[in-house]
């Protein structure tokens, strides 16, 4: 039987054999930072990372599209969940209740309003032809379209594309293009309406873990002013929607008053421009004085007028009253800020640009402003 030796500190045991350590020679003399190859070596790799990055993110671009209209849609409803959450419904009951408040609503609406919207729709670009070819009945238009042929051209154009029914097939580019557009289109709408649901029953606890990667000094200040943004947002989403409504029912009585041709799709359509602040009201004007120039110039005249009358009532009176708590942003940024939008996203570049405009002016003034006043 083996003895057990007792282990003493200090004490090492040796080997029959020392382990001698392996020579790999003496160490070289420290690359020089300064050397042009160093440099130019390093600013290669970094202009090859941040090209294969903004690759990455170029094809992933859709996706973060509709993240970003997903919250967009959150931070509008954000305030109608914390109103019944206020009065004692849970949060997840209070998301279920307006949830099935939007879903009842674009449901009654597409009932009601989508079959007379498509059949007008497409009565409008049935008779597109002859609505451009009733554009020569003015004299200053048919004399310049006999002196630059505008008016035929466009007339060409539009009878070539809708000629035996291939318009929107040529518009998608082909059968295939509009499969893969009702497909694509089907999958966006789920997403976001997906996204949107869990945005909004988890925003407070989403908010909470990204409050936690702040300094616990400037934590308070952070969150608050973090929740100042959201609650503003959708309160901004909120208003400029029911702006657009309002602008859609005054141009829909405008137009069952003085007869204008496809009044629902028009108000439709006016209802997507009112969406864009300042910049949306310029579309709406120009294609609701073209389709009212169809019938005459009178009428033309008249629904030029009253949709400039309608733009003054809504940025003097309406505007101010249901934007009264929203972000504060002068009128030249708005422009500058739609303007931009819609040149990258389009239309959700328009929804999404004012709102983020705001956030930013908001922390320039709380946060970029006051340092430099201190320096």
Known sequence: MAKLIPHIPGLKKKSAKEAVPENFGSMGVPLDQGHPFYFGFLAASGAVIAVTFLRALASASQVFVLLLISLFFAAGLNPAVNFFHRRGLKRGSAVGLVVAIVIAFVTLFALVAVPPIVDQINLLVKNAPSLIESL??????????????????????????????????????????VGKAVISGVFAVLTILVLTLYFLASLPSVTKVAYRFVPASRRARVSKLSDAIIDRIGIFVGGQATVALIAAIYILLVGFAIGLPYTTALALLVFFCGLIPLVGHILGTSVVTLIALTKSPTTALIAFLAYVVYVQIENYIVMPRIMRKTLAIPGLVTIIAALIGTSLLGLVGGLLAVPIAAAVLLIVDEVVFPKSDLG
Do not use: E, M, P, R
Not at 153 to 161: L, N
């Open 136 to 177: 020569k009945n003015n004299h200053t238009i048919n004399h310049l379209n006999q002196q630059y042929g505008i008016v035929d051209s466009i007339q060409k154009k539009v009878t070539a594309s809708i000629h035996d029914g291939q318009f929107v097939v040529t518009a998608f580019g082909g059968v295939l293009g």
